[in-house]
């Protein structure tokens, strides 16, 4: 949450709550703040409970971690631990260290076997010789 924070910045920021505040309120301030922060967890924390009672038995395991976007387009693509896509073939394949030392011509670890990801990729029926693929109005 605050790791883009230094150590620099974070004692300009408690140098400016004394000198606003002063000595004498930040700890008052400091309680409130925190008290604050416990109820609305509190608040969070109950209202996951509800929505998994709400849901019944069946969304016991339910994770609301699976709800943000980025979660949920890696577990879509990737999925529960199988690779339909072939994605970790070729992210082994690819050698970081002779890219970052600049080697223009990095060499394979690994074979990447495409046809996963054509088959996986493939959505309708192969096209005839000549036969032109359906148009989207939509997709374009």
Known sequence: MFGDIGGLEVVAI??????????????KLIQDTMGFIRK????????????????GPEFQNFD??????????????????????????????????SALNGDRTPTPTASVDFSK???????GPALAA???PPFDPDAT
Request: avoid cysteine; proline fraction near 5%; charged fraction near 35%.
């Open 117 to 123: 990801a054509a088959t996986a990729a493939s959505a």
């Open 64 to 97: 609301f971690e699976d709800l943000n976007p980025k979660t949920f387009v890696r577990k879509q693509l990737i999925g529960d631990g199988d690779d339909p896509l072939g994605l970790k073939d070729l992210k082994d394949s690819v050698d970081i260290k």
């Open 130 to 132: 000549g036969e032109r």
């Open 14 to 27: 408690i140098v400016m709550a004394i000198v606003i505040f002063g000595p004498d309120k930040l700890p």
């Open 40 to 55: 609305v967890r509190s608040f969070a924390d109950n209202a996951k409970e509800d929505i998994r009672s709400e849901l």
